[in-house]
């Protein structure tokens, strides 16, 4: 079975999304076990605890959808993105389909991802679908790892914990090239706790100019504009 509207055509690089998007499915059993610890944080208004959402979410895909994938190929042909960097890498879904066009541009993605058994089967399925010389995942903490990336920056997928986009976006400011596409997930699911982070990026203050696209769990969509106005 295809993985569908890929707009790209690599049997190798198709097979292993196949496979990731698959075994992220099955994850919705995982979430049913789990909503009685859900409504426990629920309760004592500890949803935004670091401790729940590492219980939570340590183990889970939480992925990009295909679509988010789709686009975030096309956008980074269509901007010719060299230098790519992504925070939370997770299992490499969403790195495999930025590898993909970090290979057809000639650049590399840089990712991150803070738990070890992730980061070491997110290179892996890099490694499976043929990229490994197109991505490197930084395991550790984003804001220890990313200070040394060199610049300029092309395009930026936030996907980690979500209390922590506004630091990494600060890291990464002074590295994005005048243009360069700033792209955040979970802007729905997750509303309360990334509700600064999006009047940061929409503020126009902050050298960006932002919306939140309805797309699966929501995608703030910012293009860096410098020292323009916005």
């Given at each position: 079975?295809?993985?569908?509207?890929?707009?790209?055509r690599d049997p190798r690089i198709e097979a292993v999304l196949n496979r990731?998007?698959?075994?992220?499915?099955?994850?919705?059993?995982?979430?049913?076990?789990?909503?009685?610890?859900?409504?426990?944080?629920?309760?004592?208004?500890?949803?935004?605890?670091?401790s729940f959402e590492y219980n939570f979410f340590h183990d889970l895909y939480?992925?990009?959808?295909?679509?988010?994938?789709?686009?975030?190929?096309?956008?980074?042909?269509?901007?010719?993105?060299?230098?790519?960097?992504?925070?939370?890498?997770?299992?490499?879904?969403?790195?495999?389909?930025?590898?993909?066009?970090?290979?057809?541009?000639?650049?590399?993605?840089?990712?991150?991802?803070?738990?070890?058994?992730?980061?070491?089967?997110?290179?892996?399925?890099?490694?499976?679908?043929?990229?490994?010389?197109?991505?490197?995942?930084?395991?550790?903490?984003?804001?220890?790892?990313?200070?040394?990336?060199?610049?300029?920056?092309?395009?930026?997928?936030?996907?980690?914990?979500?209390?922590?986009?506004?630091?990494?976006?600060?890291?990464?400011?002074?590295?994005?090239?005048?243009?360069?596409?700033?792209?955040?997930?979970?802007?729905?699911?997750?509303?309360?706790?990334?509700?600064?982070?999006?009047?940061?990026?929409?503020?126009?203050?902050?050298?960006?100019?932002?919306?939140?696209?309805?797309?699966?769990?929501g995608f703030e969509f910012s293009v860096f504009a410098a020292n323009r106005?916005?």
């Amino acid at each position: 079975m295809s993985v569908g509207n890929l707009p790209f055509r690599d049997p190798r690089i198709e097979a292993v999304l196949n496979r990731l998007h698959r075994q992220a499915a099955a994850d919705k059993w995982k979430i049913a076990r789990r909503v009685p610890l859900l409504a426990w944080a629920a309760a004592r208004k500890k949803l935004q605890d670091k401790s729940f959402e590492y219980n939570f979410f340590h183990d889970l895909y939480i992925p990009v959808s295909r679509e988010q994938g789709a686009m975030l190929y096309l956008i980074a042909r269509a901007i010719d993105a060299r230098r790519i960097v992504e925070f939370g890498s997770s299992f490499g879904i969403s790195a495999i389909y930025l590898a993909a066009a970090a290979r057809d541009n000639g650049g590399q993605v840089i990712g991150s991802e803070l738990e070890p058994s992730k980061h070491a089967q997110a290179m892996k399925n890099i490694e499976d679908a043929g990229l490994l010389g197109y991505a490197k995942i930084l395991a550790g903490d984003a804001r220890e790892t990313f200070p040394s990336i060199a610049g300029p920056v092309d395009l930026v997928l936030l996907d980690g914990w979500k209390a922590m986009y506004i630091p990494v976006i600060e890291i990464l400011k002074p590295k994005l090239r005048s243009g360069a596409i700033v792209l955040a997930d979970n802007i729905f699911t997750f509303k309360k706790v990334l509700q600064p982070f999006v009047d940061y990026m929409q503020s126009g203050e902050n050298g960006f100019a932002s919306t939140t696209l309805r797309i699966s769990d929501g995608f703030e969509f910012s293009v860096f504009a410098a020292n323009r106005p916005v």
